[in-house]
């Protein structure tokens, strides 16, 4: 039998990039996946992606708590009980402090770290219940070590982890474990527009040499999420190619 046979799966920020090979790693392994994002544009391509009927496609704005609500309401009706949900989505809005606007602040929190609490706060009530389930947030290298340019994506992606840690200690005797993942550089979207010279600059401290793959994050995640990881909770699982140690 696959690990995870008869397991729900919330992946947010699933159309492309790492959410997307997540939601593949985790059907391939035997869970019903509910791939959200907010724009309708990529899910048909993105379901296409995936093995036939494991998964369906749901549009939400994950800052929107109460679309957050009736989307898991709706997977819970169509899928099942959830007991996975793998906070993902994300955003960056890169400048130096000084040029840092509020709105830039508040989106990359909203996005990256309130969209977290959200959701997991709805999710566990029934994973309470049940006394089953595993949350697994994607934060970043650039949470545990800082980086120029990103003070609002860094502050973010520390407190995810924050989260991931405080959760873990409430959950524990309920049966939920909460881990995050803390990928280095990795080639999506969201690092395409990096130019050649800081590539460059980032493969110098890259020991491996190489920046990793959506698919070199997905496996940490479907470990998290499976019988594997039976006893791990609150940890963070660098994934950066040696990047930070
Ligand atoms: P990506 O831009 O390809 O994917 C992010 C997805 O999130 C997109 O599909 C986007 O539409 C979706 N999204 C954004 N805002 C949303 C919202 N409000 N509601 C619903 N969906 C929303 O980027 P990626 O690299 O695959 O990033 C996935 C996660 O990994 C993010 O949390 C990111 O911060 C994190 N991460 C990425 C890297 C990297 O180098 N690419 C490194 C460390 C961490």
């Given at each position: 039998?696959?690990?995870?046979?008869?397991?729900?799966?919330?992946?947010?920020?699933?159309?492309?990039?790492?959410?997307?090979?997540?939601?593949?790693e985790l059907?391939?392994?035997?869970?019903?996946?509910?791939?959200?994002?907010?724009?309708?544009?990529?899910?048909?391509?993105?379901?296409?992606?995936?093995?036939?009927?494991?998964a369906r496609?749901?549009?939400?704005?994950?800052?929107?708590?109460?679309?957050?609500?009736?989307?898991?309401?709706?997977?819970?009706?169509?899928?099942?009980?959830?007991?996975?949900?793998?906070?993902?989505?994300?955003?960056?809005?890169?400048?130096?402090?000084?040029?840092?606007?509020?709105?830039?602040?508040?989106?990359?929190?909203?996005?990256?770290?309130?969209?977290?609490?959200?959701?997991?706060?709805?999710?566990?009530?029934?994973?309470?219940?049940?006394?089953?389930?595993?949350?697994?947030?994607?934060?970043?290298?650039?949470?545990?070590?800082?980086?120029?340019?990103?003070?609002?994506?860094?502050?973010?992606?520390?407190?995810?982890?924050?989260?991931?840690?405080?959760?873990?200690?409430?959950?524990?005797?309920?049966?939920?474990?909460?881990n995050a993942?803390?990928?280095?550089?990795?080639?999506?979207?969201?690092?395409?527009?990096?130019?050649?010279?800081?590539?460059?600059?980032?493969?110098?401290?890259?020991?491996?040499?190489?920046?990793?793959?959506?698919?070199?994050?997905?496996?940490?995640?479907?470990?998290?999420?499976?019988?594997?990881?039976?006893?791990?909770?609150?940890?963070?699982?660098?994934?950066?190619?040696?990047?930070?140690?």
């Amino acid at each position: 039998m696959q690990e995870l046979q008869g397991a729900v799966a919330i992946v947010t920020g699933a159309f492309r990039g790492i959410g997307l090979a997540t939601a593949c790693e985790l059907a391939a392994a035997g869970a019903r996946v509910a791939m959200v994002n907010k724009d309708q544009s990529r899910a048909g391509p993105a379901l296409a992606e995936m093995p036939e009927g494991s998964a369906r496609t749901f549009i939400c704005d994950v800052t929107d708590a109460d679309c957050v609500a009736e989307m898991v309401d709706v997977v819970e009706a169509e899928l099942g009980p959830v007991s996975i949900l793998v906070n993902n989505a994300g955003l960056t809005r890169d400048k130096l402090l000084l040029r840092m606007q509020d709105e830039d602040w508040d989106l990359v929190l909203n996005v990256n770290l309130k969209a977290a609490f959200n959701l997991t706060k709805i999710v566990a009530r029934g994973m309470t219940r049940r006394r089953a389930g595993a949350i697994i947030n994607v934060s970043s290298v650039v949470g545990l070590m800082g980086n120029t340019g990103q003070a609002n994506y860094s502050a973010a992606k520390a407190g995810l982890i924050g989260l991931t840690k405080s959760v873990a200690k409430e959950l524990a005797p309920r049966g939920i474990r909460v881990n995050a993942v803390a990928p280095g550089f990795i080639q999506t979207q969201m690092t395409a527009h990096l130019d050649a010279e800081t590539r460059e600059g980032l493969l110098g401290q890259i020991p491996m040499g190489e920046l990793g793959r959506p698919e070199d994050v997905a496996p940490v995640i479907r470990f998290l999420a499976g019988p594997g990881a039976r006893y791990i909770t609150g940890q963070v699982i660098v994934v950066d190619g040696g990047m930070l140690m």
